[in-house]
């Protein structure tokens, strides 16, 4: 029995100490107990994201091309179940004002209503998402570039490039009533003046100021991070839950380039952004851009890196299973995959597809998603941002290889097509 004991002690230590080494090194590891404890009432998906604790989903890209605009939408096996055509919706009299250049889209907690920004014509189109009814097209400012729901579910939050704003549109979900509710002038923070008046290589149209870009909130729902740009750089933290929004914190261009990500750690105790630079065409960078990480108890800056092991950093998003930050460099094709437990690079990822943009993950974090430029791409640097394949990678996490290639525009639209934002939606 002395024995089976030692040997069961031996058994647990080399167990303990495995798990150990995958969390540092960012194992991906599904063991036969994992299986077992899948609980009696979860239904697999039959598709690529079957496997343990998996709901079942819908994948949704965002075609923001010439004259197209569309949203192709996925069932988890990868067939095409839906297309939201927004210039045919127009042309129906289905919704009341052009939705051009579809770019971000963020679903509501429940996955019940999804809003996507589109900067061509500066609104927030606002879908049901079980019937795919665009049940209102709000304006909210010139390059409305990013919109996503609060944790809470009761506000929409905007960045708008061209007009330099961060714009409310209260969101009453029961009786699916929206409307805009308070703006934030960043030109008129003093903030603002302090750190970014006068910095070139930004946003807002024809001012070439420091314009919002992207945003995350923190976990409680009170603060908003906003980066910065598109080209300039830069971050503010913005209390939301204040009777007026205003900037609580700035991090001017030189201390922090964000003008790109923001992704949330799964404790959301911290904030990662990031800086992508697309170099120059005629002598392009070997590596370009930076990311950084944010306690979000007090806003302070804990650590910056300039290691991206690419091109231009662009998207990034953290998986739902393990600690594990996916960031893509549009410019070279290929990304790193971070342990935000360590905040070290433990994965390369070699290559994800044609100038890659936006990720999201499946429910179960098997698979990830990534867009996938076109050959005349409507925003970014054309010489990091253009594409040969429009559509989006399926990469399986296991191996970090792609899995599979979609490329939904029939062939006559693939030189038009140019695919951006993308969201996973769970079928609960």
Request: glycine share 10%; aromatic share 8%.
């Amino acid at each position: 029995m002395t024995k089976f004991n030692d040997q069961r002690k031996t058994l647990s230590a080399f167990l303990l100490a495995l798990l150990a080494m995958c969390i540092l090194q960012g194992c991906e590891l599904i063991t036969k107990d994992l299986i077992s404890l899948q609980k009696k009432d979860d239904k697999p998906n039959k598709g690529l994201g079957h496997g343990p604790f998996a709901k079942d989903y819908e994948i949704w890209a965002l075609d923001q091309g010439v004259n197209l605009s569309r949203i192709h939408i996925y069932n988890s096996g990868l067939k095409e179940t839906d297309v939201i055509d927004f210039p045919a919706l127009l042309s129906k009299g289905e919704i009341d004002q052009a939705v051009t250049m579809p770019h971000m889209i963020g679903f509501n907690s429940t996955h019940e209503y999804a809003a996507v920004a589109s900067p061509a014509s500066g609104n927030v189109a606002i879908i049901r998402t079980k019937d795919r009814k665009v049940i209102d097209v709000i304006f909210t400012g010139a390059g409305a570039h990013m919109a996503s729901f609060t944790p809470d579910d009761k506000s929409i939050w905007v960045a708008n490039i061209g007009t330099v704003t961060f714009n409310e549109i209260t969101a009453d979900l029961e009786n699916e009533i929206f409307a805009l509710g308070r703006e934030l002038k960043l030109l008129d923070q003093q903030e603002w003046k302090d750190n970014f008046e006068g910095v070139k290589g930004g946003g807002g149209g024809v001012l070439n100021v420091s314009a919002p870009v992207c945003h995350h909130f923190t976990a409680n729902g009170k603060y908003a991070y906003l980066t910065l740009g598109p080209g300039a750089g830069g971050l503010v933290v913005v209390d939301i839950q204040a009777a007026e929004p205003k900037i609580v914190k700035a991090f001017s261009r030189d201390e922090v380039k964000a003008n790109c990500g923001l992704a949330l750690s799964q404790d959301g105790k911290k904030m990662y952004a990031n800086w992508g630079d697309p170099g120059s065409a005629v002598n392009p960078p070997s590596q370009s851009g930076q990311w950084y990480v944010f306690n979000t108890s007090d806003h302070t800056l804990i650590k910056s890196s300039d290691e991206t092991r690419g091109v231009d950093a662009h998207g990034a998003r953290t998986s739902p299973k393990g600690p594990w930050l996916w960031q893509v460099n549009r410019g070279s094709d290929n990304g790193i995959v971070i342990n935000t437990m360590t905040d070290k690079i433990v994965h390369n990822l070699d290559f994800v597809g044609s100038s890659p943009d936006i990720i999201d993950f499946s429910p179960d974090g098997k698979f990830a998603f990534i867009t996938l430029r076109g050959p005349n791409p409507r925003s970014g640097a054309a010489h990091v941002a253009t594409g040969t394949t429009p559509g989006f990678s399926v990469i399986n996490t296991s191996n970090r290889k792609i899995a599979a290639l979609i490329q939904p525009a029939p062939s006559e639209d693939l030189q038009a097509s140019d695919f951006h934002g993308i969201g996973v939606r769970s079928l609960y």
